[in-house]
């Protein structure tokens, strides 16, 4: 091909999860990449040196292949791990790998860690030209080799990745430990291959408000480090070589949405209030302690979600009881916000921490993660109670455990609780007054047993995102079934509908605090249902105001009523849509949604 066809414009599709339009220069990220140093060597005098270090990695790669293929050995279990740790092994010694390797790092003058990533490269390029899916396939054992070569060139140090300025990052996915690694304050954006609207990517991009795409499929095989691409975050596509002319338009939009944005934060400042005077609370969704001035900024009343398994993520050892409780202290009794809803962590899912293995659960969605993993690892469980606890003295606190899906799980997550709290009384420590237990509603299970379940606590706040994906059997992360996440699917609605009539029969506060709650065209149907609390992403919270002030509750539950007739998702999302249109035509017409 030549260079001018691959500089043609083309447009790629996939799920928009974070809005706003970026444009940018791609940057393909590797997950290695943020733990490996790439650079020139600054005197050919270092070339020895670099193929010593190689050689080095290379033999110890070989050395731990070899034991762990004969403690495999020793296990019993077949013949096929023994065989793939062979080819491993055979990679490592191919004289072609090797001497590759080693021009490169004679000719280009670089380090040992590039060159090996040079190798792996031009082999990847080899590989995709290939027909055979089965033979296309086993890059990834050239891929594995040449990690386990980093890895040990790298040994434990690690090194964020450097970055340019204006870089859209491609990626096939970001975990929340790739996001922590980048210099993210350089990133204009991302787009990835998987990945779908709930997924934690999906969530850290809305919290640092960067435009992002998920679930491309394949955009980090048509794009190539240093191309041109525009993101649109809001429409879900990436602009790959954007002419001229495409790229003018895309400037305009830009400044548009941009100019929205701006005039949204009129309504920040204002309670979320209908025109028939019903108020509904107004909370934050956050991941870092850094996101609260955001929070205050866009109007949130409190903090309705401080998700505090990012506490434990890309960092190298557990953190201790100070270092929950320094986070804690900045989120409880912060001037401008009433009330921090402090989750307890939810590790697990697609939520991991450095020394946890997510390998080993095939299902981790349905596996050992949140109250489930803190049940079982009860002292790591109790530093993080005992911080919680010591931070309420300066204010207003709810504490709320996640995936909560049986009776036995609130009363002992409670009994914990209070084992933690008379010990620090025990102690002399002052605690706060003001302080609610709740739990999140994200499993079917604790629907159904809700009015059991409204006895135990203080509060409901109801988790879509993870509602969704239990009741309708479908991975959250999984860009496959993506089109299947429904929030307005008929049962989704009567199982809020079932937890807000529970919750207020039974005189308890129900807050929702999943992606749904932020999303403007569900707002009505949301105040229909009768939600105390709306908990979203900062960001989401001026034109939420905007539509709460907009509506009065009584056409709100005629809507949510109307659309409770429906038997079918369709139906009720073509109703709801032109409804919204029809009531707020400059924000549903305006934004093509
Ligand atoms: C949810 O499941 O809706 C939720 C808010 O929790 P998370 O997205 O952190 O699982
Ligand atoms: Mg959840």
Known sequence: MADDDLKKTFVMKGIGVSPGIVIGKAYLFDRLDAQVPFYKLSDPGLVTGEIRRFRKALRESEKQLLELKNRLGDLGGGMEPLYIIDVHIMIMRDRKFIDLTLQNIREMCVNAEWAVRMTVDKYREIFDRMEDDYLRGRISDIQYAGQRILANLVGKERAAIELGEGIVIIAADLSPADTAQLKIDKVLGFATDIGGKTSHTAIIARSIAIPAVVGMENITRAVRTNDEIIIDGSAGVAIVHPDPEVRKRYEEKK???????????????????????????????????????????????????????????????????????????????????????????????????????????????????????????????????????????????????????????????????????????????????????????????????????????????????????????????????????????????????????????????????????????????????????????????????????????????????????????????????????????????????
């Open 255 to 593: 400044r548009l949405y941009e100019k929205a944005q701006d005039d949204l934060l009129d309504y920040a400042g204002l309670p979320a209030v209908t025109k028939d005077h019903y108020r509904v609370e107004i909370g934050g969704n956050i991941e870092f302690i850094e996101e609260i001035p955001s929070a205050i900024l866009h109007g949130a009343d409190g903090i309705g979600l401080y998700r505090t398994e990012f506490i434990y993520i890309n960092r190298e050892r557990l953190p201790d009881e100070e270092d929950h409780l320094a986070h804690y202290r900045s989120v409880v009794g912060v001037k401008g916000l009433s009330w921090a809803t402090i989750r307890t962590f939810d590790l697990g899912g697609d939520k991991f921490f450095p020394d946890m293995k997510p390998s080993r659960e095939l299902n981790p969605q349905l596996g050992l993660r949140a109250i489930r993993f803190c049940l079982k690892e009860v002292e790591l469980f109790k530093i993080q109670l005992r911080a919680i606890l010591r931070a309420s003295v300066q204010g207003k606190l709810r504490i709320m455990f996640p995936m909560i899906s049986g009776i036995e799980e609130i009363r002992a997550a409670k009994r914990i609780f209070t084992d933690v709290k008379n010990e620090l009384l025990a102690r002399g420590t002052e605690l706060g007054t003001e302080i609610e237990i709740g739990i999140m509603i994200e499993v079917p299970s604790a629907v159904i047993i809700a009015e059991e379940l409204a006895k135990e606590v203080d509060f409901f706040s109801i988790g879509t995102n993870d509602l969704i994906q239990y009741v309708l059997a479908i991975d959250r992360i999984n860009e496959r079934v993506t089109y299947l996440y429904e929030p307005l699917h008929p049962a989704v609605l009567r199982l809020i509908k079932q937890v807000v009539d529970i919750g207020h029969r039974a005189g308890i506060r129900v807050a929702m605090c999943g992606e749904m709650a932020g999303e403007p065209a569900y707002t009505m149907i949301l105040l229909g249902l009768g939600l105390d609390e709306l908990s979203m992403n900062p960001l989401a919270i001026p034109r939420v105001k905007k539509i709460i002030r907009g509506a009065t509750l009584k056409e709100s539950k005629t809507l949510l009523n109307k659309v409770m007739t429906f038997s079918s998702t369709t139906e009720i999302r073509a109703f709801v849509e032109a409804a919204m249109r029809k009531r707020f035509p400059e924000e549903f017409l305006a934004n093509g949604q």
